[in-house]
């Protein structure tokens, strides 16, 4: 997010760096690199949350860019810069509490796609190792029993499910009352 917010501000040069090395990292499939790089390192919780995080910084860059990038010339951030406000106060005071919506409502959607990926991963037995227990390894175990009518597989997919609902609605419930305040604090 930082990376995008920067390119967006700075824009030159440094946009077009950024941007061009973030093009390159989305131009690989996430899967396959989770498999490569998980097939050489150790697969421990660490390697899983650095390959998670790779794989959809490249997304959050995108948005943060594109959100910041149409909120960067609006005058108030021209006003910043004319004061001569340095370039981490714009980003921190002017465009970041602007561009806050748009990207917590990627932050609810990364948030379901990375739970979804870690179990995908663990299902494949790339994921966290045993002991320790994860949803996608329940799934995994207990997936036979589906041919036999056991529905052990479904609890802990639903709960997949659930959890993914869950963190969408609490988001979807932060970002309905922040814009019911501002029309308070804008009408009042």
């Known amino acids: 997010m930082a990376l995008g917010l920067l390119a967006a501000m700075q824009r030159g040069?440094?946009?077009?760096?950024?941007?061009?090395?973030?093009?390159?990292?989305?131009?690989?499939?996430t899967l396959i690199f989770a498999l490569v790089v998980l097939a050489v390192l150790p697969k421990n919780v660490v390697v899983l949350v650095l390959v998670m995080a790779a794989l959809d910084a490249t997304r959050v860059f995108r948005v943060s860019r594109a959100v910041a990038t149409d909120i960067a010339v609006l005058d108030y951030v021209e006003v910043a810069r004319m004061r001569g406000e340095?370039?981490?106060?714009?980003?921190?005071?002017e465009i970041l509490p602007n561009a806050a919506a748009p990207l917590l409502a990627e932050f609810g959607m990364r948030f379901a796609f990375a739970v979804l990926f870690l179990s995908t991963l663990s299902f494949l037995g790339l994921g966290i190792q045993p002991p320790v227990a994860d949803w996608g390894s329940s799934v995994k175990e207990n997936k036979d029993g589906l041919l036999f009518?056991?529905?052990?597989?479904?609890?802990?997919?639903?709960?997949?499910?659930l959890l993914a609902v869950s963190v969408n609605l609490i988001v979807d419930w932060v970002l309905t009352r922040a814009a019911r305040l501002r029309g308070e604090l804008g009408n009042g």
Do not use: E, K
Not at 86 to 93: D, S
Not at 149 to 161: E, H, Q, R, Y
């Open 149 to 161: 009518g056991i529905f052990a597989a479904l609890i802990p997919g639903g709960a997949i499910v």
């Open 86 to 93: 340095g370039w981490g106060w714009i980003m921190l005071r």
């Open 13 to 29: 040069w440094v946009d077009q760096a950024l941007s061009r090395g973030n093009d390159l990292l989305m131009a690989i499939p």
